[in-house]
């Protein structure tokens, strides 16, 4: 098997197991969001140092502290992924995972204006174009709901959020993720132990297996991670960019199929605009990269 192939396989690997998220959160119910997102990020942590352990990374994790601009870029995300993290159990336990898959159908296009508006890139004509009808889409929505999709925005803001913060920081994935769950676990930890004193933890009351499989969220987490950090250095970003769309598919079709959640005519008008907004995007920024490598080569050629 070449590379670039096993490449592809992990990163279809990954987006499938994030794709998959909506059917192992309600197995941790009758925890609440909070409660769940509390051990995620405690097992997150304990599962990532561990790996960090095995395959030797201690001295890479260790360096991300003698920077203070490193150290505080992932504090910040790692404060944003959690309010990621916990808008999204939320919204899939309150039936909807719908509108949780809009909002990373919308996340790559929300990444772009950050990167308009915050490092001052500049957009083609077609972008925004693709933006305007994204946020089209946005009004409809907000009519159909009755409100704006805050769970869908929240989730696409965040996310992009992380995402700059981590491409700033330009450090690796294992060594920064691991970081930022161990910055947040002392306040994941102390709200467990108030769950436990208080009576209200749901960790050793529904059984062994129920235990368990709060346990694994801490797995469930790293496996689909490394996965993707595997992908990311062996396939090409074009490819990478079309995978990502992988795992909302999965998500809206989990929510219209299988949860059998409610999709008025509003609502697939909307959703139906953000996926013409993300094959107009897609569609230019492969035209554009094609374009670069083609002046680049002449270039080269020339020289």
Not at 8 to 28: E, K, S, T
Not at 125 to 134: H, T
Not at 141 to 160: E, K, M, R
């Amino acid at each position: 098997m070449t590379d670039q192939r096993r490449g592809l396989l992990l990163g279809l690997a990954a987006y499938v197991m994030w794709g998959a998220f909506p059917l192992y959160w309600p197995h941790l119910e009758p925890a609440g969001a909070l409660e769940i997102l509390a051990h995620r990020v405690l097992w997150s942590m304990i599962t990532m140092g561990l790996l960090v352990l095995l395959l030797r990374r201690t001295s890479q994790f260790r360096a991300l502290f003698h920077s203070r601009r490193t150290f505080l870029l992932l504090a910040l995300a790692a404060f944003v992924i959690t309010f990621n993290w916990a808008t999204y159990i939320w919204g899939v336990n309150n039936g909807r995972v719908v509108e949780t898959s809009l909002g990373y159908f919308i996340n790559p296009l929300v990444t772009v204006l950050m990167g308009v508006f915050i490092l001052g890139e500049r957009l083609r004509r077609l972008q925004w174009v693709a933006i305007g009808v994204a946020s089209l889409a946005v009004v409809v929505l907000t009519i159909d709901y009755g409100s704006p999709p805050w769970v869908a925005l929240i989730l696409a803001f965040s996310f992009g959020t992380y995402g700059l913060a981590k491409k700033t920081a330009n450090v690796g994935a294992l060594e920064s993720t691991t970081l930022e769950a161990t910055l947040v676990a002392p306040f994941a930890a102390a709200y467990i132990a108030y769950l436990v004193a208080t009576g209200g933890s749901n960790f050793a009351s529904h059984g062994a297996g129920h235990a368990l499989l709060l346990a694994s969220s801490g797995l469930v987490t790293a496996v689909p991670l490394i996965c993707f950090g595997a992908a990311a250095i062996r396939i090409s970003l074009v490819s990478l960019g079309l995978l990502q769309y992988l795992a909302p598919i999965i998500q809206f079709a989990l929510g219209v199929l299988y949860f059998h959640e409610d999709m008025p005519a509003g609502r697939w008008i909307g959703f139906v605009l953000v996926w013409i907004a993300l094959a107009m995007f897609t569609v230019e920024a492969t035209r554009h990269r094609r374009r670069q490598l083609h002046l680049a080569a002449h270039a080269a050629a020339a020289a």
